[in-house]
């Protein structure tokens, strides 16, 4: 349907079909089916002076996608007035091959052609008209009345997207220069949007106050946007990660892992180690990547077992290619954005949902968050044209309002980086002379080991060190004779891996006694009954050891888990082990056990023990 329309309006339309208009109507049926249309005019409470019902406004369509992509320009006349306003051109809305369910997105539009000033409020009950056209084609706008549809929303009033905290940006960080994208007609020619497929958890300071377990709701956008990420990956891959927890209750403890001050936002350093943290405690095979201005080097777990790799690459800030390899290869992607209030430096992090790019050139990206506090709206997003200014930052161009992107964090199923990935550490006593051997699988930017020894397991001397492989992914097998052991009947062993940028962290201290050698032994599992863990330990004697070709000594060793008929339903350990102590961990539900009796045997060339154990589900 067309709309008819004030005499100015078909002026300004006359005028611009005149400008070389050429554009295909389809049958709008066929379009995204738009359901809801909302006017709030919005409180600059994020700037200094704040600016109560300012010149900007928050437009929100609820839809639902179409079969094919359509682009979507909308233009808002002011009844009484005569006054008409271009609201955004050719915004590309994804196919419901990229989203099949119902989305909201919201875009931050100018009234300033309308007539309203800073300070003015819209008059309450009076509408403002809102045309819509949408075609499967890119169109110059616009072209003749072909409008085909007219919404009446009534304003409400709200505040600017997240007030946005103080953020820790260098002194000499150059203002965002107010420039604007061009016009631009081209059709879209790389897109990717997975649009919200989760709902965002709702931030309510007054419903999740700061208490002494929790740093309350205000100013929480980190772990929040961190939780909502969370909670995209967990809902995207099912088969590889699993984990029982609501969005909110991630929330709340990746805010403790965070090391939130009550009511306080975040660093990059805090967001990143609070990840890290959290991916370890709660054993999810998650790796974690990051862009950033504000370091050159990896950020690593509290304990440094693992570490959030940095990929800036020469780049000091984050870039727009890498962002689009991250989405288009499956990663979680959230941003953190950064604005001048007219005093001070503000930020804000949001979950990237989607980018489209034209042929001319145009870039956009598409982000969910909470909005405002206290008010439901879980399924958010917003888009934002993107420019790349004379520093290389990517600077969102949203209606007046400018922001640059300091930070991005991606995220995505596989191994945690870590500095190096230990198969085993262990020692033997040769005459009076100790060997200690150990394994890596993975090595990431290596140097070496340092050896570290002590009388006393308190204070440690190095005593050598062994040069490390770099950076590699095969298993490499590494051995140190210690030849000055003296007299004394026990000595403790640690290694210090050094990284090549001079970060380290220890490995488990091992205990080498000179008068009392292991036995070969198999402990009873604890606890015991168990559900759905138990742990299991065994050693390796120093005699039942041979020598492989490298004159490192060691010994096959299966660890096999049956059942009360014989049936073996788990192998735990099989492989070559030097003499040591060792622990494994069996988890029932991964090899889907149900309730009952088990036996547990240890099996050398020489040797063989065998125990029984309880599930009780």
């Known amino acids: 349907m067309k709309k008819s329309i004030t005499a100015k309006f078909f002026l300004i339309i006359v005028f611009l079909f005149l400008l070389n208009i050429n554009n295909t109507t389809v049958i709008f049926a066929q379009g995204p089916i738009i359901e809801v249309v909302e006017l709030e005019q919005l409180n600059l409470r994020n700037m200094q002076p704040e600016i109560m019902y300012s010149q900007y406004a928050l437009l929100t369509l609820g839809y639902l996608p179409a079969a094919l992509n359509y682009y979507l320009t909308i233009g808002i006349e002011r009844p009484g ?21 119902f989305q909201y997105l919201s875009m931050r539009i100018s009234l300033i052609q309308l007539g309203v000033t800073n300070g003015v409020q819209l008059p309450p009950g009076t509408f403002l008209k809102v045309y819509i056209h949408m075609d499967s084609s890119p169109m110059l706008f616009p072209s003749s009345l072909n409008f085909y549809r007219e919404f009446n929303p ?31 007609f081209t059709a ?18 007054s419903a999740y106050p700061d208490n002494e377990a929790y ?29 029982e927890m ?21 660093t990059l350093n805090q967001f990143i180690q609070g990840k890290l943290d959290f991916i370890k405690a709660k054993k999810l095979p998650i790796k974690v990547k990051f862009q950033s201005a504000d370091t ?20 000091k800030y984050p870039t727009w290619d890498w962002i689009k390899a991250e989405l288009d290869s499956g990663e979680d992607v959230e941003a953190h954005y950064y604005w001048w209030d007219g005093e001070k430096w503000r930020g804000h992090a949001v979950v990237l949902t989607g980018y489209d790019e034209t042929s001319g050139g145009r870039k956009t990206l598409k982000y969910k968050h909470d909005r405002k506090q206290g008010a439901s709206g879980g399924l958010q997003q917003e888009p934002a044209n993107i420019l790349v200014d004379d520093y290389g930052r990517l600077v969102f161009y949203n209606n007046g309002h400018r922001k640059y992107i300091r930070h991005v964090v991606s995220e995505s199923p596989g191994d945690p980086y870590t500095p190096v990935e230990m198969s085993y550490f262990s020692a033997k006593i040769i005459s009076n002379k100790v060997e200690l051997v150990w394994k890596t699988i993975t090595e990431t930017n290596n140097r070496g080991f340092g050896i570290e020894k002590s009388t006393d397991k308190i204070s440690f001397n190095t005593i050598g060190f062994v040069n490390g492989k770099g950076t590699t992914t095969a298993p490499q097998n590494y051995s140190f004779v210690d030849n000055n052991v003296g007299v004394k009947k026990v000595l403790y062993y640690r290694l210090k891996q050094i990284d090549y940028d001079g970060t380290f962290e220890y490995s488990k201290t091992i205990e080498v006694s000179s008068v009392q050698p292991i036995e070969f032994g198999l402990s009873q599992n604890y606890p015991n009954p168990f559900n759905p863990t138990t742990k299991i330990k ?24 049956y059942d009360i008929l014989g049936n073996e339903v788990a192998v735990l350990v099989d492989e070559e082990k030097p003499a040591g102590e060792y622990e494994v961990e069996l988890n029932a539900d991964k090899y889907g056990l149900n309730s009952g009796l088990y036996f547990y045997r240890i099996s050398t060339d020489k040797y063989s023990l065998t125990r029984k154990m309880i599930l009780l589900k």
Request: net charge negative; hydrophobic share 30%; glycine share 8%.
């Open 81 to 101: 007035n005569g006054t008409f306003s271009m609201v955004t051109q050719n915004m590309l809305l994804p196919s419901a091959e990229y989203m099949a369910e």
């Open 154 to 184: 009534l304003p409400t009033y709200g505040d600017d997207d997240s007030e946005g905290i103080d953020s820790p940006v260098p002194s000499e960080e150059p203002m965002i220069a107010q420039n604007t994208p061009g016009e631009d």
């Open 188 to 205: 879209v020619s790389k897109l990717n949007y997975r649009g919200c497929r989760v709902p965002n958890v709702d931030l309510d300071d």
């Open 215 to 243: 740093a309350g709701d205000k100013n929480a956008c980190g772990p929040a946007s961190a939780a909502n990420s969370m909670a995209w990956l967990l809902d995207v891959y099912k088969s590889d990660l699993h984990l």
């Open 246 to 266: 609501s969005v909110r209750d991630i929330l709340t403890e990746l805010s403790g892992y965070m090391k939130r001050v009550r009511n306080s936002g975040v």
């Open 296 to 315: 050159t080097g990896n950020i690593f777990s509290s304990d440094g077992s693992t570490y959030a790799e940095n990929q800036n690459g020469t780049n």
């Open 538 to 561: 065994f050693s390796i004697p120093f005699e039942t050891l041979r020598s492989n070709e490298g004159g490192t000594a060691l010994q096959k060793v299966t660890l096999n888990v």
